[in-house]
Structures are given as C-alpha cells and as structure tokens.
C-alpha cells in the first residue's frame, strides 16, 4: 500500500471526507473535515491506484 493511500485510509477512518478534481492524466485529491466539508489538504498525483481508491472511497 502506498503512503499516499495509508494516508487516505487513516483520514477517512477519522471521519475526513475527500474527492477528486480529475485534470487530464492526473488529479487533484481534496481532503476535507467531517463537519461542513471544509478543505483542509490538497494534492496532485498521476498515480493510477490512488486514483482508483479515491473513485471507490470518495463521499
């Protein structure tokens, strides 16, 4: 498992919410709080497998 994804996995098990901004070949994944979806944390990837577990586990 990438550290990206373990991230992912530990901010949503907190109950964070996140999506995508998808933009050509990558993305954009926002990372935002429980309460009111407020952004807390942005990152662009090209990497497919944390694309796909964001497709699956996104809100």
């Known amino acids: 498992m990438s550290d990206r994804i373990a991230h ?3 901010w949503l098990a ?3 919410t996140c ?3 998808e933009r050509g070949h990558g993305a954009s994944v926002v990372l ?3 309460d009111g979806g407020e952004e807390v944390e ?3 990837t090209t990497d497919a497998n944390v694309i ?3 497709r699956r586990n996104s809100s």
């Open 8 to 10: 992912l996995d530990r």
């Open 14 to 16: 907190h109950g964070g």
């Open 19 to 21: 999506h995508l901004i």
């Open 32 to 34: 935002c709080r429980c």
């Open 42 to 44: 942005r990152f662009d």
């Open 52 to 54: 796909a577990w964001v």
